[in-house]
């Protein structure tokens, strides 16, 4: 497919899920033996090993995803704040690549609640809109509906994801092929149904996942709702992996698929209220470590690649798969630069933003996890603080599942200064201002 300057440019097709622990993949855990379509993608493309979002909540991730920025300097720093429709996004620049631009499924980035999303606030998909703002507000597990690209109600009966495929389905078969796509596909699934206070998988999911294996940074608590809500979640994953399975199978019918670069990764995880009392917004693991896969181009080969990358390294891979203009305000790295193995500088460490639950910031390395929080900032109220708290400090080598905080242990008074050093390069980066940073030990704070 060629572009306007006679270029061989490829589609490209983003399938996000939401709420989506990493393990829920074979190819990540061989515990997992319903995902094959997802594992052939990781065959035959790139898996990466270890990575993260940059915000575990699902507003200011897809606010990251569409800018390239974090979340703060957007200033969508937690949800039910709209993108500003100043922000300059990738479907922008996709589009005056010659691209197609469309967009199907979860927005959360206008504020618009159960009510359309207008083109102004649709972050430059303009080609093809199939959305709602919040589309478990619009939707549960068995019914409902998104809005077109007219703002008129598109009511489906069927579980919401393979209901949702049929779409991306119908618009990859009925669209014009004078030029690429990138087309965005939101789920909502895994993510638990708000209205119910439950995951919602398809019909018949607790009876066949009910003797799965549990992760045992789940198990290794008393607490929480995984006992109950797990096999429902799994579920859910499942039929995802089948619906990725029917589109490869379209694009291979329309003759497109060795011309689509495909992404498979999500918003977050979930710890099934394990740390705190809902499924995210931590700044452990099981809240912030994703699956990424990509297939296409250059990621290829059933490559695995062991660095540590972030959510945030995606809107500029996307932006050089289908060469169009990277600006120089972006956050994040080309994942082409790890593909051929000759980076020798890749940064060793992910930089996390938290908001909602906290005002809190992490780092995460390959054997530490340090985290910070302010004690007096609202987490929803303030995106910012000038003084934090150290809060946790975890050995991922000899703690992977995180159960043993070692933020007021005397013995790594050398590791916190050298992580909180290392915290604060990482903040600075992103637009923010050098903080007090407190012990652990600390009580009191100045106000």
């Not at 379209?250 to 099934?272: K, P």
Request: aromatic residues 12%; negative net charge; charged residues 30%.
């Amino acid at each position: 497919m060629d572009d306007i300057k006679g270029q061989i440019v490829k589609n490209i097709l983003f399938l996000f899920s939401d709420q989506q622990r990493w393990d829920t993949l074979g190819c990540y855990n061989p515990a997992v033996d319903f995902t094959p379509n997802i594992d052939k993608l990781a065959q035959e493309g790139v898996k990466f090993e270890n990575a993260f979002t940059c915000q575990p909540v699902c507003g200011p991730a897809r606010a990251c995803l569409q800018t390239g920025l974090f979340a703060t300097q957007i200033g969508c720093y937690r949800n039910d704040i709209p993108l500003p429709k100043s922000a300059a996004t990738i479907a922008q620049r996709f589009s005056q690549k010659g691209y197609d631009t469309a967009y199907a499924g979860k927005w959360h980035l206008a504020s618009t609640g159960t009510k359309p999303v207008p083109p102004e606030d649709r972050g430059g998909y303009k080609d093809f809109w199939l959305a709602a703002d919040v589309l478990e507000f619009t939707s549960d597990g068995y019914g409902g509906h998104m809005f077109d690209g007219d703002g008129k109600k598109v009511y489906f009966d069927g579980f919401r994801a393979d209901c949702q495929t049929d779409f991306v389905i119908d618009y990859l078969k009925k669209r014009e092929k004078d030029k690429p796509f990138f087309m965005f596909v939101s789920y909502l699934e895994p993510h638990h149904q708000n209205n119910a206070g439950h995951y919602q998988g398809p019909h018949g999911s607790k009876e066949r996942f009910k003797n799965y294996e549990i992760p045992k940074d789940l198990t290794s608590f008393s607490g929480g709702d995984w006992r109950e809500e797990y096999p429902d979640y799994l579920g859910c994953c499942a039929n995802l992996d089948e619906n990725l399975g029917r589109i490869v199978e379209a694009l291979r019918e329309l003759g497109e698929y060795e011309n689509t670069i495909i992404v498979y990764t999500s918003d977050h995880g979930s710890h099934f209220k394990t740390r705190n009392r809902e499924y995210k917004r931590s700044c452990h693991d099981s809240s912030i470590r994703v699956p990424l896969i990509i297939k296409g181009e250059s990621f290829k080969g059933g490559k695995v690649v062991e660095e540590l990358v972030s959510l945030i390294d995606l809107p500029v891979t996307l932006l050089k798969c289908g060469g169009a203009e990277i600006p120089r305000e972006i956050q994040g790295r080309p994942l082409q630069d790890l593909i051929s193995g000759e980076c020798k500088d890749w940064r060793d460490e992910v930089f996390v933003q938290i908001s909602e639950s906290q005002v809190g910031r992490a780092i995460r390395t390959k054997k530490w996890k340090y985290s910070i929080s302010a004690p007096l900032r609202s987490g929803w109220f303030h995106s910012n603080a000038k003084v934090y708290r150290e809060e946790f400090l975890y050995d991922l080598e000899g703690d992977p599942h995180e159960r043993n905080n070692l933020i007021n242990h005397r013995d790594y008074e050398e590791t916190r200064q050298l992580l909180r050093e290392r915290l604060v390069e990482n903040m600075v980066r992103a637009g923010e201002k050098a903080p007090v940073i407190f012990s652990g030990r600390w009580h009191k704070f100045p106000a």
